[in-house]
């Protein structure tokens, strides 16, 4: 049983560093931010992001003769709703930042 946690608990700490390293754009509006923290956050983001889509996409294609047409298909579509969610969830993060400076310019005058 601990073999099988292991992976699972390997990506949720990759994840959690990835939130980590770009939790300053959360805070943005309270002072300078680390630039290279988060430059690093979104450089591993999109990496593991691309490890993701080649694990469920291209490594399976070896292995065609084991898996059915239907399962080929629902792979496909569970990958695109991952890095849909992916680049979704990325600009919501841009859409509340650009809305905050917004907010704070408005504020000023």
């Given at each position: 049983m601990?073999?099988?946690?292991?992976?699972?608990?390997?990506?949720?700490?990759?994840w959690a560093l990835v939130m980590w390293l770009m939790s300053p754009l959360a805070f943005?509006?309270?002072?300078?931010?680390?630039?290279?923290?988060?430059?690093?956050g979104i450089l591993l983001f999109i990496i593991?992001?691309?490890?993701?889509?080649?694990?469920?996409?291209l490594a399976?294609?070896?292995t065609r003769a084991e898996r059915t047409p239907l399962q080929d298909v629902l792979a496909m579509i569970g990958t695109?709703?991952?890095?849909?969610?992916?680049?979704?969830?990325?600009?919501?993060?841009?859409?509340v930042y650009v809305a905050k400076v917004i907010a704070s310019q408005n504020a000023q005058f």
């Open positions: 601990a073999k099988s946690l292991k992976p699972v608990l390997l990506e949720i700490g990759k943005v509006m309270q002072g300078p931010i680390d630039f290279s923290r988060v430059a690093l593991f992001t691309g490890k993701m889509l080649y694990d469920t996409v399976p294609a070896k695109i709703a991952v890095v849909g969610l992916a680049v979704g969830m990325m600009l919501i993060l841009v859409g």
